[in-house]
């Protein structure tokens, strides 16, 4: 079974704080996508990755930055937490040329910006 | 970039009932449109998706239609179980390059089925 991991369920966080959210999938997956997901808004993509060290925008990168050292980590950075960051964060993986585009998610973190 | 809007944001519907959620996008050259299902607590989950050069795609009590000159796509869910509840998302994805693996998403479709 594909797993995608994420190192925290929930995090509380402090206005001004610099926020570290990792993902790990263990399907050598060469895609990997960053996105939070509000009420009323659906998913939203923050960054993606498809290769070690290569990234892309998403839609709404404001705010944050990526990290892709190795294959299976994609780090989400969030540099200075604001109130307007507390949502859920998804990170998610794909392969890369191959007939299935599926996107494999992992359980969320509720992220709170206090 | 695409923009996907989703309708209704909430369905109710008895048990043994089907339901339909509908989804428009914006951009003629998507080419891929999934349907995932997130459960509570979850990350969301590929369920049914459907290819451009396809009109409909069904899977057991789940089926997909697509009408690309209308620029919307649809999912049914036939003979509804208390298991079908969840948060149902649909997503398009523009053709070419990086975009091939870039999904817009729907804003969601909160189905209840009532016992």
């Known amino acids: 079974d594909v797993k995608v991991t994420q190192s925290s369920r929930y995090l509380v966080k402090r206005t001004g704080e610099k926020v570290f959210l990792e993902c790990v999938q263990d399907m050598d997956h060469e895609n990997m996508f960053w996105y939070r997901q509000d009420p009323g808004l659906g998913l939203r993509l923050i960054y993606f990755s498809y290769d070690v060290k290569m990234k892309e925008k998403g839609d709404i990168p404001e705010g944050y930055s990526v990290s892709r050292e190795k294959k299976e980590r994609f780090s989400l950075i969030l540099e200075s937490a604001s109130t307007n960051q507390t949502s859920m964060y998804l990170c998610?993986?794909?392969?890369?040329?191959?007939?299935?585009?599926?996107?494999?998610f992992g359980p969320g973190t509720r992220l709170t910006v206090l | 970039g695409e923009n996907v809007e989703q309708h209704p944001s909430t369905l109710s519907v008895q048990e043994g009932d089907s339901a339909v959620i509908k989804c428009t996008y914006s951009?003629?050259?998507?080419?891929?449109f999934p349907w995932y299902k997130q459960e509570l607590g979850k990350g969301p989950q590929l369920i049914i998706d459907i290819r451009s050069n396809v009109g409909e795609k069904k899977d057991q009590r789940i089926a997909v239609t697509l009408n690309k000159t209308a620029k919307h796509f649809s999912l049914h869910i036939t003979e509804t179980q208390p298991e079908d509840s969840a948060v149902y998302f649909c997503a398009a994805s523009i053709r070419g390059g990086s975009n091939d693996y870039k999904l817009s998403f729907g804003a969601g479709t909160t189905v209840t089925v009532r016992a």
């Open positions: 998610a993986s794909s392969f890369v040329g191959r007939a299935s585009r599926e996107q494999f």
């Open positions: 951009d003629s050259a998507s080419n891929y």
